[in-house]
T-cell receptor, first 114, second 112 residues
């Protein structure tokens, strides 16, 4: 009964391909996020959705498109993959305001672009 | 903009040693402060938090005190174990934008 689950765990693909990463949370949270962690462990927010609506969209290339079919799911689609997209992508969720409610992270998807 | 600065790692310690990881922040207003821990192959987990000045967060033997005068939230543990080997992230939260800003992470390696 994993709280935040994302698939796949590993993704190896070639430059130019299109790929998707799926995320689901069973915590009943209203807000979901995508974070990117680079090889130096630096963690940067990419997107945030609240009740299926986009509320944070950091400076991310248009090749990245999040999709939230319902508040329990937030998928990440990446077009025309580039070498620099190689990273670990983390999905997370929280209640509406996480001043007092922490982020719950998935275990990450390691994307390798060759 | 808001930012969090942590000491660079890796920090290598022997079991039962004292651990300190420095964290300072830059932010206007009154952010909440957090420490998250990432064990190998896993996502981040909340370790402790403090929501106002002089609050002390504690969990699993770790402690951190919110010091507004020095804009710091240093993490400490008196006696580390091998199982504490992980990457530790300091983070701040402000209501505006509803997002966490993370520091760069500090890798800690505890040797038996």
């Amino acid at each position: 009964d994993t709280a935040v689950s994302q698939t796949p765990k590993y993704l190896v693909t070639q430059m130019g391909n299109d790929k998707s990463i799926k995320c689901e949370q069973n915590l009943g949270h209203d807000t979901m996020y995508w974070y990117k962690q680079d090889s130096k462990k630096f963690l940067k927010i990419m997107f945030s959705y609240n009740n299926k609506e986009l509320i944070i969209n950091e400076t991310v290339p248009n090749r990245f498109s999040p999709k939230s079919p319902d508040k329990a799911h937030l998928n990440l689609h990446i077009n025309s993959l580039e070498l620099g997209d190689s990273a670990v992508y983390f999905c997370a969720s929280s209640q509406d305001s996480h001043r007092n409610s922490p982020l719950h992270f998935g275990n990450g998807t390691r994307l390798t672009v060759t | 903009g808001d930012s969090v600065t942590q000491m660079e790692g890796p920090v290598t310690l022997s079991e039962e040693a004292f651990l300190t990881i420095n964290c300072t922040y830059t932010a206007t207003g009154y952010p909440s402060l957090f420490w998250y821990v990432q064990y190998p192959g896993e996502g981040l987990q909340l370790l402790l938090k403090a929501t106002k000045a002089d609050d002390k967060g504690s969990n699993k033997g770790f402690e951190a005190t919110y010091r507004k005068e020095t804009t710091s939230f240093h993490l400490e543990k008196g006696s580390v174990q091998v199982s504490d080997s992980a990457v530790y992230f300091c983070a701040l939260y402000k209501a505006a934008g509803n997002k966490l800003t993370f520091g760069g992470g500090t890798r800690v390696l505890v040797k038996p």
